[in-house]
């Protein structure tokens, strides 16, 4: 099975691919960032957004998508913004057939290091071990979409 986690933002949404093979270890495929340049109207930017995303959807072939869930925020304009940038990446999941598993901060720091509030280097380095890496993802976003996938891989392992 293989799973894309996104880390959603408009600026910059993080991805990441994991393959899970029965009795195998779960592997990166692949990992990046979208990025849109910062004074461009946020409609162009949820289409490059949008667009980025069904290439990579294409390239890869994943059957799940599992996305960060909005978290409050201070800034009630840049929530309102990851918001848009949550509902595009899962319309290109969607439209691609692709189950949609949802997870907060909290649970994709618990599942991952057992301590909810891990600060973001616990999170990369358990990225890293957890997929069996040399070195820790880079850049961040693209590290935080492979603990969403890997988030998936875990919880639904448990049920």
Avoid: C, W
């Amino acid at each position: 099975m293989k799973i894309i986690g996104i880390d959603p933002g408009t600026g910059i949404l993080g991805f990441g691919v994991i393959e899970v093979l029965p009795s195998k270890p779960m592997r990166m495929i692949s990992a990046g960032v979208i990025r849109t340049p910062a004074n461009t109207p946020l409609e162009d930017r949820l289409v490059e957004i949008y667009n980025g995303l069904r290439e990579i959807i294409g390239e890869t072939n994943p059957e799940v998508m599992s996305i960060e869930k909005l978290f409050f925020a201070q800034n009630v304009t840049t929530a309102i913004s990851v918001s848009h940038a949550r509902g595009v990446a899962m319309l290109a999941g969607k439209q691609a057939s692709l189950t949609i598993a949802e997870y907060t901060p909290l649970q994709i720091k618990q599942t991952l290091t057992g301590y909810g509030k891990a600060d973001k280097k616990q999170m990369q380095e358990m990225v890293k071990l957890q997929l069996g890496l040399s070195v820790i993802p880079k850049p961040d976003d693209a590290a935080d979409g492979l603990a969403a996938a890997i988030t998936y891989h875990l919880m639904n392992r448990l049920n």
